[in-house]
């Protein structure tokens, strides 16, 4: 499906979880998976993305979406699709936002890491 938009999915390399795959269509992202990275069990997530426009980039967050079996350290779990609009950008970039672990604790992206995908 071209949507006249690049869509992509940033590399996150030093996160705990990660994007591995992402397939896109009706909704926008309508299915995906994500690996954790961590030796932590990951209870949730949170996908973010971001539009970019030529002059910046709008960053957005989707639900919180609990995992109740979880994501072992090491696995591939599918993520539910989520309904993105379409916005007036050149480039669409997904991430995962946060992930509350078993142990109670959070992590949040940080949005200096999210950067443009040239090709």
């Known amino acids: 499906m071209d ?17 591995v795959q992402a397939n ?11 690996k954790n990275e961590s030796k932590k069990t990951i209870l949730s997530y949170r996908i973010g ?7 910046q980039m709008e960053f957005h967050k989707g639900d919180l ?7 072992r350290p090491g696995t591939t779990q599918d993520v ?3 309904a993105i609009p379409m916005a007036d950008a050149r480039q ?7 992930l509350t672990f078993s ?3 959070r992590w949040t992206s940080k949005k200096k890491n999210v950067r443009i995908q040239r090709d």
Do not use: C, M, N
């Not at 996150?12 to 990660?18: H, L």
């Not at 979406?65 to 994501?71: L, T």
């Not at 669409?92 to 946060?98: A, D, L, Y």
């Open 80 to 82: 539910a699709g989520q």
């Open 24 to 34: 896109f269509g009706t909704p926008l992202l309508s299915a995906a998976k994500i």
């Open 103 to 105: 142990d109670g604790k």
């Open 65 to 71: 979406r609990s995992v109740p079996s979880g994501i």
């Open 92 to 98: 669409v970039i997904f991430f995962i936002e946060e």
């Open 49 to 55: 993305w971001s539009y970019v426009h030529d002059d």
């Open 3 to 19: 949507f006249g938009v690049k869509l992509v999915i940033a590399p996150q390399k030093d996160s705990p979880g990660r994007l």
